[in-house]
């Protein structure tokens, strides 16, 4: 089946630093990548949607300047959090679709293992 | 605005039967999806329902009625394994996800 394979798993930073995650669609090609974040206890939460070759689309109240996404590639999508915060301590998720079409009724999403965060 | 409920948590004992349900409101109607997360894991695809009925996938069942707003996924003869949490997302017109908070499942010996 489908694989999404998410890097670093976990990653622990200082306060000011920038940390990069990769989203990697393994034997499939992602046009649209989505990215989500996801605080204890509570839902996932859509950040952006990822599509390869142009601009992400960002969600109300997520700041494209301090998470910044390219998906440069069919299988290849990265977010950037920059000058990390102890507030940006997040679980972060990665998606893709693999059914050709992300925005079809029947789309599934597979999603990588996710990437926790902790900045200090 | 658009809004999807489900139980915050819920317990039930292993070998035993649990219905989690989901009612939604949402601008459209394009599907729903349940996925189960186990702690500190990401979400992984359960079921999809786009019509009204029940789908059957081995211990796992998914019914939906779209003019309710309503679904339910049905756990048969639970395991302990089976503990996690359970969401539930609506595919609105504009295909994009809404999702649920989650139910947290405890599954007792």
């Known amino acids: 089946g489908a694989v999404v394979s998410q890097h670093p798993s976990r990653v622990i930073c200082k306060s000011g630093t920038s940390v990069k995650i990769e989203c990697r669609s393994l034997?499939?090609?992602?046009?649209?990548m989505f990215w989500y974040r996801q605080f204890p206890k509570q839902s996932l939460m859509l950040m952006a949607t990822s599509n390869e070759g142009s601009k992400a689309t960002y969600e109300q109240g997520v700041e494209k300047d301090k998470f910044l996404i390219n998906h440069a590639s069919l299988t290849l999508s990265t977010l950037t959090v920059t000058s990390a915060h102890p507030e940006d301590s997040s679980f972060y998720i990665c998606?893709?679709?693999?059914?050709?079409?992300?925005?079809?009724?029947?789309?599934?999403?597979?999603f990588g293992a996710g990437s926790r965060l902790t900045v200090l | 605005g658009q809004n999807i409920d489900q139980p915050t948590e819920m317990t039930a004992t292993e070998g035993a039967i649990v219905q989690i349900n989901c009612t939604y409101q949402?601008?459209?109607?394009?599907?729903l999806f349940w996925y189960q997360q186990h702690a500190g894991e990401a979400p992984t695809f359960l079921s999809y329902?786009?019509l009204d009925g029940l789908e059957e996938k081995g211990r796992f069942s998914s019914f939906l009625s779209r003019s309710k707003g309503y679904s339910y996924l049905l756990l048969k003869e639970l395991q302990m394994k089976d503990s996690a949490s359970y969401l539930c997302?609506?595919?609105?017109?504009?295909?994009?996800?809404?999702w649920g908070a989650g139910t947290k499942l405890i599954i007792k010996p």
């Open positions: 034997d499939f090609q992602a046009t649209t």
């Open positions: 329902n786009v």
């Open positions: 949402t601008s459209g109607f394009n599907g």
């Open positions: 997302a609506v595919m609105d017109s504009n295909y994009q996800l809404i």
């Open positions: 998606s893709a679709s693999s059914s050709g079409n992300p925005y079809s009724g029947a789309n599934v999403l597979t």
